[in-house]
C-alpha cells in the first residue's frame, strides 16, 4: 500500500533406560501391588508464540499472494498477514482469495483489508450522479460480501485502505465514514488504513491523517473505528527489520497495527534507515529475499480476529 499526500516450536525431552532381569532364583516376579509405579513423562517445553516479539506480534502485508509453500516457511517469523477482500491498489485480480482456509490451518492470522477509492474516483462517480456517501456504502456492501464468501466470522474488522494521506477532502471524508458506518451495521466491525505521517495543520500545528478521521468519528458522534497506522518514517520507525518497536512509539493513541516499513520504501522519509532495506529500495523477510512486504505490528496475533 502506497500514499500520496493531499491536503510452537516444540523441544521434546527423551528419557531412555534398561530393562533388567529378575534376580530371584525362582525368577518369581514381584506382585503387581510392589512393582514400582511408572515415571511420569516430561512435560514438553513449549516456546514462545510464532511471530511474537516483545509484547505484540509481527505480521506483514502485500499485494500478491506469495504461493502456500512461501506462507508456510513465513509463519515460522510472522504471526499474521494481510488479506484482501477486494482486487488491491492498482491491480485488476486479487490473487489472495479463497485462501483463508489454507492459511488458517497453517496457524496465521489476519489483517483483512479492503481498497478504498482515490479521491478522483469519488469525484467521477459523483459527476455521474453517485454520491460520496452512496459509493462509501456500494463499496462497505461489497466488502462484507466478500467476508461473507471468505468465511471470515462475525466481528471480523475489516480495514478501509485510505491510500491518501493528508487532511481528508470533503468527499473523501462522505465516503469513508459512510464505508464504516455502513460495515459497523452489518455483523462485522469497521477498521481503517491511514497516514500517521504529520502535515501542516496551520502555524506550528500539525496533523495526521488517523486523528483528522478520529476528530471527524467524534464530532460525527459515530462508531469506534480501528486505525491501522502507517508511519514508515525513520524516527519512530526502526525501518525495514523484525524487531519492530511498541505500537506506542508510532506517534498515535489506541492503534490497532502499525505498518513501520513499506516496500518500496519512501525515499525522503527513510534516509537515517536506509542500510536496513534491500538495494532495490525494497523491505524483504528473512530467507525470502524475493518477496518484497509491508512490515507490520500489533499487540494481538489475529489483529481482525479473522480467525
Not at 532381569?21 to 518369581?28: A, Q
Not at 462484507?144 to 477532502?169: M, R, S, Y
Not at 500545528?205 to 469506534?224: E, F, M, N, P, V
Amino acid at each position: 500500500m502506497r500514499f500520496a499526500v493531499l491536503g510452537v516450536g516444540l523441544a521434546a525431552l527423551t528419557i531412555t533406560g534398561c530393562s533388567r532381569p529378575s534376580h530371584s532364583v525362582n525368577k518369581v516376579q514381584p506382585s503387581a501391588a510392589v512393582q514400582p509405579a511408572p515415571a511420569p513423562a516430561p512435560a514438553p517445553s513449549i516456546g514462545p508464540p510464532t511471530g511474537s516479539i516483545g509484547d505484540g506480534y509481527r505480521g506483514f502485508d502485500r499485494n500478491d499472494y506469495p504461493g502456500d509453500f512461501a506462507m508456510g516457511g513465513m509463519h515460522t517469523t510472522f504471526a499474521f498477514t494481510g488479506y484482501w477482500l477486494t482486487n488491491p491498489p492498482g491491480e485488476n485480480t486479487n490473487s489472495w482469495r479463497g485462501k483463508r482456509a489454507v492459511l488458517r490451518y497453517q496457524g496465521w492470522g489476519f489483517l483483512v483489508l479492503a481498497n478504498g477509492r482515490l479521491d478522483a474516483e469519488i469525484l467521477k462517480a459523483q459527476k455521474s450522479g453517485t454520491s460520496p456517501a452512496d459509493l462509501g456504502r456500494k463499496d462497505a456492501a461489497i466488502a462484507v460480501a466478500a467476508a461473507h464468501t471468505e468465511g471470515f466470522p462475525p466481528q471480523t474488522i475489516i480495514f478501509l485502505d485510505q491510500e491518501e494521506g493528508g487532511l481528508l477532502l470533503d468527499e473523501q471524508a462522505a465516503y469513508l465514514l459512510a464505508w464504516t458506518e455502513a460495515v459497523y451495521a452489518s455483523d462485522y466491525r469497521p477498521g481503517v488504513y491511514a497516514s500517521g505521517q504529520p502535515v501542516s495543520d496551520g502555524p506550528n500545528k500539525t496533523i495526521t491523517t488517523i486523528d483528522d478521521i478520529r476528530a471527524r468519528i467524534k464530532s460525527g458522534h459515530l462508531h469506534q473505528v480501528a486505525m491501522f497506522d502507517a508511519q514508515d518514517a525513520c524516527g519512530p520507525s526502526p525501518g525495514c527489520t523484525i524487531y519492530p518497536k511498541p505500537l506506542t512509539d508510532a506517534g498515535e493513541l489506541d492503534l490497532t497495527v502499525w505498518q513501520y516499513a513499506q516496500s518500496p520504501r519512501r525515499t525522503q522519509i527513510t534516509k537515517s534507515c536506509a542500510r536496513t532495506y534491500g538495494n532495490d529500495g525494497n523491505c524483504y523477510a528473512r530467507a525470502y529475499p524475493t518477496i518484497p512486504l509491508d512490515m507490520d505490528y500489533a499487540d494481538t496475533s489475529d489483529p481482525s480476529n479473522g480467525r
